[in-house]
C-alpha cells in the first residue's frame, strides 16, 4: 500500500514580485532561501516581463523545487498590486511576506517575526526597513521611521500608535498571518500606483493585534543617479499625483466609516507635510497647463481639510499651500525655493503696519494676512552678511568652450541700498571636499526694481581644469558684495531649459581619458551644477576602463586601507577615545603651576562670575596663565591677548589635564576626570526656585550606575559658591556638596550690582551698552528676562511673548526703553512696529550690565530675581503660566506667589497696569524686597571675587 507524503506547510510564503529584472531577481530570491528560518517558501510572482525574467524564475523554481514556485501573470498589470494579490492565492504559508526584486531581506528576518508572531498572536507583525543607498560612496543607510521600532510592542488598536499607520505605510517590512488575510478579503487596488498606502491602512485597521519588533527585516534598495525614476518618483505625470489623491480619498472613506477621525487628522497632516511638498519641489520646473491640473487636483482635495491640519504647517508651508490653492504662480515658486531651501529668503517681502509680509497681495484678506505674516521668521533684522537669498536664473546659453549666465538676486526690503557699491564673482567648487576651487569674475551688475540683476561670461573650456575621476560633479555660488558686506548664493535653475543646453568641452588634468564634456544639471535642492560626463568614444572607453579597475581587487583593497584611515581619523577624534587618551596620557602630564581655565555656561560666552573672578585677577595683576574655553566654531566676545581653548579639542582636553584650577559655572564635560593636584572652583551660575539636581524627579529615576557617574562628577567639585543658605538648603543638597566644600562668599557676578546699590560711580561697561543700544536718556529702561518653557519630552519651545509686544510699545514708548533678553537656549524676533522702543539684548554676553542699566525687571520665574533684587529696584513677575510651571514633576522649593517681593500680575491688562505706576511699586514692595535679598543673597557684599582670589591667589592663598 502506498503512502502518500503531504509537504509540510510553510511557516512563510514570501512572494516576489518582478518585472524586467533579471539581473537582480536572484539577489532576492537568495535572500529568502538563504533564512535562518528554513521552512520557508518562495512565489515569484512575475508581472508579465518582457526581458528574461520569467526564464530565470523557472530556472530558480527548478534548481530549489521543494521550496520555490514561478507564476506568471497573463498581461502585465501595471503596478505593484496584482502580482502580490496573485502570490497570496497560491501562498501556502501560515504567514505570508512580500519582497521586491530589487530589494533582500535580513538573514533573520522571518524568524524574528515568526516568532513576535507566534509569541503575541498577532495578525501584524512589523519590523524595520533601512534604505540602502546602493550607489552611496560610503554604503549609506537611512532606517526608515526608526522611532517606531525602538522597542518590542504590541497594540490591540492602531489608534494606539497614530504615527504607524501616518508614516510606515509599506507593505513589505511586514509579515502577515495568511488566515487573517484571507477572513478580512485584504487584496492590494489593481491599475493605480501607491496601492502599499490603502493596503497598508486596511490591514493595521481590520488586525486585532499588531506587534512591532525594533529588528531589521527589509533592505529597500535606492538608487538616485539614475535616468529612470521609479513609478512613484515619476511626480513630473500628473497621473501619479493622481493615482495618490485617488488612494487618499480611498482611506479617507474608511476612516469615516469607522468614526476615526484622530487617524484621519493626522493623515491628513501628513498629507499637507509630505505628500503634497513631493510634488511642490517638482512644479518649479513644470509648465502651466501641468500647474494648472496640479493645482485643481490639489484644490478638489485638500479644501476641506480641517483647519487643524493646516494649523500644524510652519509658516513657509502654509504659505505654498495658499498660493498653490490661488494658483499664484509668481509668488509661489520663491516659497517652494524656501520650503526646499529653508534658510533661503526668495521673496522682495513688504512691510505693512510694522510687519513683514511675503508678499503685498491678499493683505485685504485676514485670513491670508496671518498666513502671510513671516514677522516671527525674522528676516528683517538680518544683516546681508547673515542672509542666504534667492538668485533665480534667468539665462543659460553654452556655446563652444564658454558659458553666458544671467540672474537675478532678489534684494529683501531693500537691504542693498540702491547706492551701494556691487561687486561678484562666480566660484566652481567640487562637491568633494579638499579639491579645487575655480573664480570668475561678474562684470555686471545692476538693481532692477526689487532685485539685483547681474550677467556673465565664464570660459569654463580654457580656465576649469578638473582631474577627472573624484571630482565629477561640480557646484556654483555667486558671491555678492554691497559696501563690504557679502552674501553667498546658489543659482535656482527654475525653468531655464538646461535639457537641451550644449554641453561645455573639458581637458581634465588626468588627460581625456576620463572626461570630454561639462553637462549642466539641477542638483537635488533645484540648483545649477556640473558633472562631468563622457561623449566621445575615446573618453567613454577610458571611463570604462577606469571604473573596471576601481571595482578590481587592487582598487578594493586600496579602498579598504582608504576606508580603515578614514575610520581611524574618526575614532581618533571620537569623545570615547578622547577620553581614553585624557585618562591614560593627558592626566599624567605634569601640572602648569598657575594655569587656570575659564568657563562660563559651557563655553558659550564671557561672562557671569568665572569673567568676574578672571577680571579680579587680571586688576591685581596676579602672575596666572588664563585660558578661556569657547564652544562653537569661532569665538566672539572674549578680550584680545586671552588663550583661548574650543570646547572638546585637544588643546581644551590638554589644558584641563595639566591646570591648576579649574573655575566654571555649570560644568565642564560630566566624564572628565578631575586630577587630586587640581582645585575646581564651581562658581554656578544662580539660585534655585525649581528643584535641581537629585531633588528632581527625573535624577532620582536613574538607574544606578547613572546616579554613581552622575554623583561621580559632582564629587570633582573641590569648593561650591553660595549666595545664602538658601543655596545651601536647595542647591547644596540637591548636588549632595558636602559642608567643608561650600564657599560662603556670595557670587562674584553680583559684586557689580552691590556697588551700584551703594552708590559706587557709574559702572563704565553699562555705559558703553546704553550707548551702543542707542538709548534714549529721557525714558526709563526697564528689562524683560524670561526662563524658558520645555515640553513634557523635555525639549525646549520656541519663544513666544506672553503678552502683546506692540501694545506695550504703543501705551509705554514713550516712557520706557524695553530690553528683551530671552532665554540663552530661545531665540526671538522683534516686529518693525516696536524698532527703538522694544530692544532685543538676548546676543548679550553678560546679564550684569543690563540689570544695571535697568529701572525695573520684569521676570516670570528666572533666576535673575535673585540678582535684580540686590539693586533695590522695582520687580514685576508676570506669572501668567505658574500652576503649570511649579505643578510640573519637577516642582519649586517655596510658592513664588506668596514670597513675591513685587506685583505678581496673572494677565496682561494686570501686567501693564503695574507697569504703568513703578513708583508705586517700589514704595509698596521696598520693605519686602530688602527681606527676599536678606534670605535669599545674605552673603552678596559686594567682595566675593575678592574674597575668592585673596584665598586662592593672594599671598597667603591656597595656590602659593
Keep these: 500500500m502506498a503512502v502518500s507524503s503531504v509537504a509540510p506547510e510553510p511557516d512563510v510564503s514570501v512572494v516576489v514580485i518582478v518585472y524586467n529584472d533579471e539581473d537582480r531577481?536572484?539577489?532576492?530570491?537568495?535572500?529568502?532561501?538563504?533564512?535562518?528560518?528554513?521552512?520557508v517558501e518562495v512565489i515569484i510572482a512575475d508581472d508579465c516581463s518582457t526581458d528574461g525574467s520569467h526564464e530565470v524564475a523557472k530556472a530558480l523554481a527548478a534548481a530549489h523545487p521543494d521550496r520555490v514556485r514561478a507564476i506568471r501573470l497573463p498581461e502585465n498589470s501595471g503596478g505593484c498590486g496584482?502580482?502580490?494579490?496573485?502570490?497570496?492565492?497560491?501562498?501556502?504559508?501560515?504567514?505570508?511576506?512580500?519582497?521586491?526584486?530589487?530589494?533582500?531581506?535580513?538573514?533573520?528576518?522571518?524568524?524574528?517575526?515568526?516568532?513576535?508572531?507566534?509569541?503575541?498572536?498577532?495578525?501584524?507583525?512589523?519590523?524595520?526597513?533601512?534604505?540602502?543607498?546602493?550607489?552611496?560612496?560610503?554604503?549609506?543607510?537611512?532606517?526608515?521611521?526608526?522611532?517606531?521600532?525602538?522597542?518590542?510592542?504590541?497594540?490591540?488598536?492602531?489608534?494606539?500608535?497614530?504615527?504607524?499607520?501616518?508614516?510606515?505605510?509599506?507593505?513589505?517590512?511586514?509579515c502577515y498571518r495568511r488566515s487573517y488575510l484571507l477572513e478580512n478579503e485584504l487584496t492590494f487596488p489593481r491599475r493605480i500606483h501607491y496601492e502599499d498606502l490603502l493596503f497598508s491602512a486596511q490591514a493595521y485597521l481590520a488586525a486585532r493585534r499588531i506587534t512591532l519588533i525594533p529588528n531589521t527585516v527589509y533592505f529597500w534598495n535606492v538608487v538616485e543617479?539614475?535616468?529612470?525614476?521609479?513609478?512613484?518618483?515619476?511626480?513630473?505625470?500628473?497621473?501619479?499625483?493622481?493615482?495618490?489623491?485617488?488612494?487618499?480619498?480611498?482611506?479617507?472613506?474608511?476612516?469615516?466609516?469607522?468614526?476615526?477621525?484622530?487617524?484621519?487628522?493626522?493623515?491628513?497632516?501628513?498629507?499637507?507635510?509630505?505628500?503634497?511638498?513631493?510634488?511642490?519641489?517638482?512644479?518649479?520646473?513644470?509648465?502651466?497647463?501641468?500647474?494648472?491640473?496640479?493645482?485643481?487636483?490639489?484644490?478638489?482635495?485638500?479644501?476641506?481639510?480641517?483647519?487643524?491640519?493646516?494649523?500644524?504647517?510652519?509658516?513657509?508651508?502654509?504659505?505654498?499651500?495658499?498660493?498653490?490653492?490661488?494658483?499664484?504662480?509668481?509668488?509661489?515658486?520663491?516659497?517652494?525655493?524656501?520650503?526646499?531651501?529653508?534658510h533661503k529668503i526668495s521673496a522682495p517681502l513688504v512691510e505693512r503696519d510694522g510687519r513683514i509680509f511675503w508678499t503685498d497681495?491678499?493683505?485685504?484678506?485676514?485670513?491670508?494676512?496671518?498666513?502671510?505674516?513671516?514677522?516671527?521668521?525674522?528676516?528683517?533684522?538680518?544683516?546681508?552678511?547673515?542672509?542666504?537669498?534667492?538668485?533665480?536664473?534667468?539665462?543659460?546659453?553654452?556655446?563652444?568652450?564658454?558659458?553666458?549666465?544671467?540672474?537675478?538676486?532678489?534684494?529683501?526690503?531693500?537691504?542693498?541700498?540702491?547706492?551701494a557699491k556691487l561687486t561678484a564673482e562666480l566660484e566652481f567648487k567640487a562637491r568633494r571636499r579638499s579639491l579645487q576651487t575655480f573664480r570668475f569674475p561678474v562684470p555686471t551688475l545692476r538693481h532692477e526694481g526689487d532685485s539685483i540683476a547681474w550677467q556673465a561670461s565664464v570660459p569654463l573650456a580654457r580656465r576649469l581644469r578638473p582631474l577627472g575621476i573624484v571630482d565629477d560633479v561640480w557646484d556654483i555660488r555667486l558671491h555678492l558684495t554691497a559696501d563690504g558686506r557679502r552674501t553667498t548664493s546658489r543659482l535656482t535653475v527654475g525653468t531655464v531649459d538646461?535639457?537641451?543646453?550644449?554641453?561645455?568641452?573639458?581637458?581634465?588634468?588626468?588627460?581625456?581619458?576620463?572626461?570630454?564634456?561639462?553637462?549642466?544639471?539641477?542638483?537635488?535642492?533645484?540648483?545649477?551644477?556640473?558633472?562631468?560626463?563622457?561623449?566621445?568614444?575615446?573618453?567613454?572607453?577610458?571611463?570604462?576602463?577606469?571604473?573596471?579597475?576601481?571595482?578590481?581587487?587592487?582598487?578594493?583593497?586600496?579602498?579598504?586601507?582608504?576606508?580603515?584611515?578614514?575610520?581611524?581619523r574618526k575614532d581618533l577624534s571620537s569623545g570615547d577615545r578622547k577620553l581614553q587618551v585624557y585618562d591614560r596620557m593627558l592626566r599624567k602630564l605634569p601640572v602648569r603651576t598657575g594655569t587656570v581655565v575659564f568657563e562660563s555656561h559651557l563655553g558659550k560666552q564671557y561672562s557671569d562670575s568665572p569673567r568676574a573672578v578672571y577680571e579680579e585677577l587680571r586688576r591685581r595683576g596676579t602672575p596666572i596663565t588664563a585660558i578661556w574655553s569657547y564652544a562653537g566654531d569661532r569665538p566672539e566676545g572674549f578680550p584680545e591677548g586671552v588663550e583661548l581653548v574650543r570646547r572638546w579639542s585637544w588643546r581644551y582636553l590638554r589644558a584641563l589635564a595639566q591646570a591648576e584650577y579649574w573655575i566654571d559655572n555649570q560644568g565642564y564635560p560630566l566624564r572628565l576626570t578631575k586630577r587630586?593636584?587640581?582645585?575646581?572652583?564651581?562658581?554656578?551660575?544662580?539660585?534655585?526656585?525649581?528643584?535641581?539636581?537629585?531633588?528632581?524627579?527625573?535624577?532620582?529615576?536613574?538607574?544606578?550606575?547613572?546616579?554613581?557617574?552622575?554623583?561621580?562628577?559632582?564629587?570633582?567639585?573641590?569648593?561650591?559658591?553660595?549666595?545664602?543658605?538658601?543655596?545651601?538648603?536647595?542647591?547644596?543638597?540637591?548636588?549632595?556638596?558636602?559642608?567643608?566644600?561650600?564657599l560662603r562668599t556670595g557670587y562674584p557676578r553680583n559684586d557689580a550690582l552691590v556697588r551700584a546699590r551703594e552708590g559706587a560711580a557709574p559702572d563704565a561697561e553699562a555705559q558703553k551698552l546704553a550707548e551702543r543700544l542707542g538709548l534714549d536718556p529721557d525714558r526709563r529702561v526697564l528689562l524683560y528676562a524670561?526662563?524658558?518653557?520645555?515640553?513634557?519630552?523635555?525639549?525646549?519651545?520656541?519663544?513666544?511673548?506672553?503678552?502683546?509686544?506692540?501694545?506695550?510699545?504703543?501705551?509705554?514708548?514713550?516712557?520706557?526703553?524695553?530690553?528683551?533678553?530671552?532665554?540663552?537656549?530661545?531665540?526671538?524676533?522683534?516686529?518693525?512696529?516696536?524698532?527703538?522702543?522694544?530692544?532685543?539684548?538676548?546676543?548679550?554676553?553678560?546679564?550684569?550690565?543690563?540689570?544695571?542699566?535697568?529701572?525695573?525687571?520684569?521676570?516670570?520665574?528666572?533666576?535673575?530675581?535673585?540678582?535684580?533684587?540686590?539693586?533695590?529696584?522695582?520687580?514685576?513677575?508676570?506669572?501668567?503660566?505658574?500652576?503649570?510651571?511649579?505643578?510640573?514633576?519637577?516642582?519649586?522649593?517655596?510658592?513664588?506667589?506668596?514670597?513675591?517681593?513685587?506685583?505678581?500680575?496673572?494677565?496682561?491688562?494686570?501686567?501693564f497696569a503695574a507697569l504703568g505706576d513703578l513708583g508705586a511699586v517700589r514704595t509698596?514692595?521696598?520693605?519686602?524686597?530688602?527681606?527676599?535679598?536678606?534670605?535669599?543673597?545674605?552673603?552678596d557684599r559686594g567682595d566675593a571675587a575678592a574674597q575668592i582670589v585673596d584665598r586662592f591667589f593672594g599671598p597667603a592663598g591656597e595656590a602659593r
Design 25 to 39: 531577481l536572484p539577489t532576492a530570491v537568495g535572500s529568502v532561501l538563504e533564512q535562518t528560518l528554513r521552512n
Design 82 to 174: 496584482e502580482p502580490r494579490n496573485q502570490g497570496i492565492k497560491v501562498a501556502r504559508g501560515r504567514y505570508v511576506m512580500f519582497l521586491d526584486s530589487d530589494d533582500t531581506l535580513e538573514p533573520n528576518a522571518c524568524r524574528n517575526m515568526v516568532e513576535a508572531g507566534d509569541r503575541t498572536e498577532a495578525d501584524l507583525i512589523s519590523g524595520l526597513c533601512v534604505r540602502v543607498h546602493t550607489d552611496s560612496r560610503h554604503d549609506k543607510r537611512v532606517p526608515w521611521y526608526p522611532w517606531i521600532y525602538r522597542t518590542t510592542r504590541t497594540l490591540e488598536d492602531v489608534g494606539e500608535l497614530p504615527d504607524l499607520l501616518v508614516f510606515d505605510t509599506l507593505s513589505t517590512n511586514k
Design 225 to 342: 543617479k539614475t535616468d529612470v525614476k521609479s513609478i512613484s518618483n515619476r511626480r513630473r505625470e500628473i497621473n501619479n499625483f493622481a493615482d495618490r489623491v485617488e488612494i487618499h480619498r480611498r482611506i479617507d472613506a474608511i476612516l469615516d466609516r469607522q468614526g476615526q477621525d484622530e487617524l484621519k487628522l493626522r493623515k491628513d497632516i501628513k498629507f499637507l507635510k509630505h505628500d503634497l511638498v513631493l510634488y511642490l519641489r517638482e512644479l518649479p520646473f513644470l509648465d502651466n497647463e501641468y500647474r494648472h491640473h496640479f493645482a485643481e487636483l490639489a484644490r478638489s482635495y485638500v479644501q476641506d481639510f480641517p483647519q487643524a491640519a493646516y494649523d500644524e504647517l510652519d509658516r513657509v508651508h502654509a504659505i505654498c499651500a495658499q498660493l498653490l490653492l490661488r494658483e499664484d504662480w509668481t509668488d509661489l515658486m520663491p516659497a517652494i525655493d524656501t520650503l526646499i531651501n529653508r
Design 361 to 419: 497681495r491678499y493683505l485685504d484678506d485676514p485670513e491670508m494676512r496671518a498666513v502671510l505674516d513671516v514677522t516671527p521668521l525674522g528676516y528683517h533684522a538680518k544683516q546681508l552678511n547673515q542672509m542666504s537669498l534667492r538668485n533665480r536664473l534667468t539665462d543659460y546659453v553654452a556655446h563652444g568652450g564658454d558659458v553666458e549666465l544671467a540672474g537675478e538676486i532678489v534684494n529683501p526690503l531693500h537691504t542693498i541700498a540702491p547706492d
Design 498 to 568: 538646461l535639457e537641451h543646453a550644449e554641453a561645455v568641452p573639458v581637458r581634465p588634468r588626468l588627460t581625456r581619458l576620463m572626461a570630454d564634456r561639462l553637462e549642466a544639471q539641477v542638483s537635488a535642492k533645484g540648483h545649477l551644477a556640473f558633472r562631468l560626463t563622457q561623449h566621445g568614444q575615446l573618453a567613454r572607453t577610458g571611463r570604462a576602463a577606469v571604473e573596471r579597475n576601481l571595482h578590481g581587487g587592487p582598487a578594493r583593497a586600496a579602498k579598504g586601507a582608504y576606508r580603515s584611515l578614514r575610520a581611524v
Design 676 to 742: 587630586p593636584e587640581t582645585t575646581y572652583i564651581q562658581t554656578w551660575h544662580g539660585s534655585a526656585l525649581k528643584r535641581m539636581g537629585f531633588h528632581e524627579p527625573t535624577h532620582r529615576m536613574m538607574s544606578e550606575p547613572e546616579q554613581r557617574a552622575y554623583q561621580r562628577a559632582l564629587d570633582r567639585f573641590d569648593h561650591f559658591v553660595v549666595r545664602g543658605e538658601h543655596d545651601v538648603r536647595t542647591l547644596a543638597r540637591a548636588y549632595r556638596i558636602p559642608e567643608e566644600k561650600l
Design 786 to 911: 524670561p526662563t524658558f518653557r520645555a515640553n513634557s519630552d523635555g525639549r525646549v519651545r520656541g519663544f513666544e511673548f506672553p503678552f502683546d509686544v506692540e501694545r506695550f510699545a504703543a501705551e509705554f514708548g514713550d516712557r520706557y526703553t524695553l530690553l528683551v533678553r530671552a532665554h540663552y537656549l530661545n531665540r526671538l524676533t522683534l516686529p518693525p512696529s516696536v524698532a527703538g522702543r522694544v530692544i532685543d539684548v538676548s546676543g548679550e554676553p553678560d546679564i550684569t550690565p543690563l540689570m544695571l542699566l535697568a529701572d525695573g525687571l520684569i521676570t516670570d520665574y528666572s533666576s535673575v530675581m535673585f540678582d535684580y533684587a540686590l539693586l533695590q529696584r522695582p520687580i514685576v513677575f508676570y506669572a501668567y503660566d505658574w500652576e503649570e510651571y511649579a505643578e510640573d514633576t519637577r516642582g519649586t522649593y517655596f510658592d513664588l506667589l506668596a514670597e513675591a517681593p513685587g506685583p505678581v500680575p496673572r494677565t496682561e491688562d494686570d501686567l
Design 924 to 939: 509698596k514692595y521696598e520693605a519686602r524686597l530688602k527681606e527676599f535679598v536678606d534670605k535669599y543673597g545674605e552673603y
